[in-house]
């Protein structure tokens, strides 16, 4: 029977670590940025989905059709995101709690909100998320991984827009839109 290695265990890089020629430090500062990055993605997953699933109001099909579609472009970055920690060597996500111990993206479990209000957030929480990228960008682009501060340009652009799509649709409902 083999031995199960936790986390922390000095073994973790010679059972999981991916050749490459990255430093280790490289290794373990992008894992780290990309596990951040992949519990905020997970959390604006939810909560899209969360108000896809409980939009009402006039706009209805519209909204819950947009929220539909964000959901799944911003799932479909969970397992690349992922992916690239391992292909360096490194670990990432392995449950629920990490993700909430690491996520950024605040939830949101109130019993009803307003669409607009639902709209508000999400355009603040892509705003937010298209930062965080920037930054996981930064630390890749310090050790030389270009290949995910490729992917992270890619997904940025696509955060980027679904920030606009959700400014667009929240225009005038407040006034002054910053």
């Not at 709209?119 to 965080?132: F, M, P």
């Given at each position: 029977m083999s031995k199960v290695k936790s986390p922390g265990d000095t073994h973790t890089r010679e059972y999981l670590g991916t050749p490459t020629d990255l430093s280790a430090q490289a290794t373990q500062d992008i894992a780290a940025a990309l596990s951040g990055l992949l519990a905020d993605v997970f959390a604006l997953y939810m909560k899209t989905k969360n108000f896809h699933w409980h939009m009402s109001g006039h706009h209805f099909r519209d909204y819950h059709l947009l929220l539909d579609e964000h959901g799944n472009q911003i799932f479909a970055m969970t397992d690349p995101i992922a992916e690239r920690a391992r292909k360096i060597g490194g670990t990432t996500l392995r449950s629920i709690g990490q993700i909430a111990k690491q996520q950024r993206i605040l939830d949101n479990d109130a019993a009803y909100v307003e669409p607009q209000d639902m709209?508000?957030?999400?355009?603040?929480?892509?705003?937010?998320?298209?930062?965080?990228m920037r930054q996981v960008h930064n630390v890749c682009e310090k050790h030389g991984d270009v290949a995910t501060t490729s992917l992270l340009e890619v997904w940025i652009d696509e955060t980027e827009r679904r920030t606009w799509f959700l400014f667009e649709a929240t225009r005038g409902m407040f006034g002054r839109n910053e």
């Open positions: 709209l508000a957030e999400l355009r603040d929480d892509n705003k937010q998320l298209t930062s965080i």
